[in-house]
């Protein structure tokens, strides 16, 4: 199999927008009728973000592995050790590659909320953040599914995509994530913090081999009680 350089993606809003019931069920509305005001809001919400074009994007860099220790919670690339814990390392378990991913869904989530909370607009803010959140997942899901078909031709199999803060993997470790990717077109960053920019950005890796598995999220385990995987998998 051959080393690939970054490989980018570009999406509209409207390829990767969450539904009304992807946004209700998220921030726990899932059960109200068409006339509550909260459908009239993301209606709204909706309609100002569907001219956003091409600056939601995202893609992946594959890297080999040269050793996974499953019981130290440690993965080997090139000269950086990941230490993304046991749980995490088991899951990755059969890994010869690794897909180290990025996506964003650009500055206008972070734009639109900020101005939503100047005015005291406090619910559309959240609904807005809520449905960047389910944006980049969503955007995530089809750069997955682009990585799945690429590998078909080698018979390589993907696990799912864990993300630091995913698992108890440490959020700091970003900073080598971001490092093993070098430098990406998509422009995202990270601080000294290890928070990225744009805000509405997720990042992680997937493991490539013969013989992994893609097993369900781990929830039960995770102390990450804010994490979106959380959230999706018990609406």
Same mark, same amino acid.
């Given at each position: 199999?051959?080393?690939?350089?970054?490989?980018?993606?570009?999406?509209?809003?409207? *390829?990767?927008?969450?539904?009304?019931?992807?946004?209700?069920?998220?921030?726990?509305?899932?059960?109200?009728?068409?006339?509550?005001?909260?459908?009239?809001?993301?209606?709204?919400?909706?309609?100002?973000?569907?001219?956003?074009?091409?600056?939601?994007?995202?893609?992946?860099?594959?890297?080999?592995?040269? *050793?996974?220790?499953?019981? *130290?919670?440690?993965?080997?690339?090139?000269?950086?050790?990941?230490?993304?814990?046991?749980?995490?390392?088991?899951?990755?378990?059969?890994?010869?590659?690794?897909?180290?991913?990025?996506?964003?869904?650009?500055?206008?989530?972070?734009?639109?909320?900020?101005?939503?909370?100047?005015?005291?607009?406090?619910?559309?803010?959240?609904?807005?953040?809520?449905?960047?959140?389910?944006?980049?997942?969503?955007?995530?899901?089809?750069?997955?599914?682009?990585?799945?078909?690429?590998?078909?031709?080698?018979?390589?199999?993907?696990?799912?995509?864990?993300?630091?803060?995913?698992?108890?993997?440490?959020?700091? *470790?970003?900073?080598?994530?971001?490092?093993?990717?070098?430098?990406?077109?998509?422009?995202?960053?990270?601080?000294?913090?290890?928070?990225?920019?744009?805000?509405?950005?997720?990042?992680?890796?997937?493991?490539?081999?013969?013989?992994?598995?893609?097993?369900?999220?781990?929830?039960?385990?995770?102390?990450?009680?804010?994490?979106?995987?959380?959230?999706?998998?018990?609406?």
């Amino acid at each position: 199999m051959s080393i690939t350089s970054f490989q980018s993606y570009n999406f509209r809003f409207q *390829e990767v927008s969450p539904s009304k019931k992807e946004i209700l069920d998220f921030i726990g509305s899932g059960d109200v009728d068409e006339f509550y005001p909260t459908n009239q809001i993301i209606d709204d919400i909706l309609k100002l973000l569907s001219d956003y074009d091409n600056q939601i994007k995202g893609g992946y860099v594959i890297k080999e592995v040269k *050793e996974l220790l499953i019981k *130290e919670g440690k993965i080997l690339i090139e000269d950086v050790v990941l230490d993304v814990g046991v749980q995490l390392a088991s899951y990755l378990k059969g890994s010869s590659y690794v897909a180290l991913f990025l996506c964003t869904a650009g500055e206008a989530f972070t734009t639109l909320s900020k101005d939503y909370n100047n005015k005291g607009d406090y619910l559309e803010a959240y609904i807005v953040d809520s449905i960047g959140s389910l944006t980049v997942e969503n955007a995530m899901d089809k750069i997955q599914d682009q990585l799945k078909q690429a590998l078909t031709g080698d018979n390589l199999g993907i696990t799912n995509r864990y993300s630091p803060g995913y698992c108890n993997w440490n959020l700091i *470790e970003q900073h080598d994530l971001f490092k093993l990717i070098g430098n990406n077109p998509i422009g995202m960053s990270l601080s000294n913090s290890a928070l990225m920019n744009p805000i509405k950005s997720v990042s992680g890796i997937i493991g490539i081999g013969l013989h992994v598995k893609k097993r369900d999220y781990g929830c039960t385990i995770c102390n990450n009680r804010t994490c979106i995987y959380r959230k999706i998998l018990n609406k």
